[in-house]
């Protein structure tokens, strides 16, 4: 059975690791960015230029290397798709956490239109406050 468009537009998020070139490809320029509370610089940003900056700026300081694992990727008919996976960071310090997540994305017009994140927090927290698990 094919892919449906939809997971290989997620799919393209994933394998390029993020690369700001193909993130401005395939986002919308009016993405909301739903990062959940508690998670480092959580919070809801509203724009693609927002997400870049404020939350990424944010974050990616803090840590020498950061990433996102896709795992397993499900479709819904209405335009919607569900990612679970893992991220990988090493802190500027050198302390590693690896956190699980869900990416809940939304499509509109061939595009990912908006992103709800659920991730295991705390691991991150600890990790950025020197804490070993």
Same mark, same amino acid.
């Given at each position: 059975?094919p892919?449906?468009?939809?997971? $290989? ?66 479709? /819904? ?6 990612v ?5 960071g ?8 690896? $956190? ?5 994305? /939304? ?24 804490? /070993?698990?």
């Amino acid at each position: 059975m094919p892919e449906s468009p939809d997971i $290989a537009l997620a799919r393209r998020l994933y394998e390029s690791h993020a690369d700001p070139a193909v993130m401005a490809q395939i986002m919308a320029p009016d993405l909301e960015w739903d990062i959940t509370p508690g998670f480092p610089f959580g919070g809801v940003y509203h724009g693609f230029d927002s997400m870049m900056n404020d939350f990424f700026g944010s974050l990616l300081p803090h840590f020498e290397s950061f990433g996102a694992q896709a795992e397993q990727y499900y479709a /819904t008919d209405d335009g919607h798709v569900f990612v679970s996976g893992h991220y990988h960071g090493v802190t500027k310090d050198g302390q590693m956490a690896d $956190a699980r997540f869900i990416h809940l994305w /939304t499509i509109r017009d061939g595009k990912l239109a908006a992103l709800r994140q659920a991730a295991d927090s705390h691991v991150l927290q600890q990790a950025l406050n020197g804490a /070993t698990r």
